[in-house]
């Protein structure tokens, strides 16, 4: 199952069908928008086995040029993607899902982007390195506990493990 109300954190842990949800979901983009992606990474806590993780498949598209991509915008939305304008450079993001059953993010970024070498960076440092991994886990267990409530507050706590493992992993 996946879906989360918006600005709530509730943690669930690993599911194996969260990988063929993401897998479905990338083949009704591919329906959407044809051609227009040339690639798709499953990231996010839903893409680490064995990571407890609020259940939103987080999905990361690639195009050949952002810019270019805002046409997507009303196409994602008549198949219900909400566009959700931002202050993460280099990406458009959207949710789907009613706001009180977020079952997907989708962030469309260019592969040279920072936003895509840090996402991958982060997923694949967790993905190899278990101690970091349960380090994480942990961290969210305790945050969501802390901020069931307020996602911004438990997004914002994450922040310096994140960068610390970012600083590692973008090293490597």
């Known amino acids: 199952m996946v ?13 194996e069908e969260w990988a063929d949800l993401y897998k479905k979901e990338v083949q009704r983009l591919k329906d959407i ?32 040029d952002l810019a270019d991509a805002k046409d997507l915008i009303p196409v994602l939305e008549e ?15 959207f949710a789907k899902g009613p706001r009180t059953n977020r079952t ?10 920072d936003f895509y070498e840090e996402k991958i960076a982060f997923r694949d440092y967790l993905r190899e390195h278990s101690e970091a991994a349960e380090q994480y886990a942990s ?8 901020y ?3 996602r911004e507050e438990y997004t914002a706590e994450k922040g310096e493990f994140i960068q610390d493992i970012l600083d590692v992993a973008m090293r490597e």
């Open 3 to 15: 879906g989360l109300e918006r600005g709530t954190v509730e943690l669930e842990p690993y599911r």
């Open 33 to 64: 928008a044809g051609n227009r992606f040339l690639d798709f990474e499953h990231i996010g806590s839903t893409a680490i086995e064995g990571m407890p993780a609020k259940p939103i498949i987080d999905i990361l598209a690639l195009v050949e």
């Open 79 to 93: 198949h219900g993607y909400e566009h959700r304008p931002g202050d993460v450079e280099g990406r458009l993001f």
């Open 104 to 113: 997907v993010y989708l962030s469309i970024t260019e592969r040279e982007s």
């Open 139 to 146: 961290l969210k267990k305790r945050l969501a506990k802390q």
């Open 148 to 150: 069931p409530e307020n």
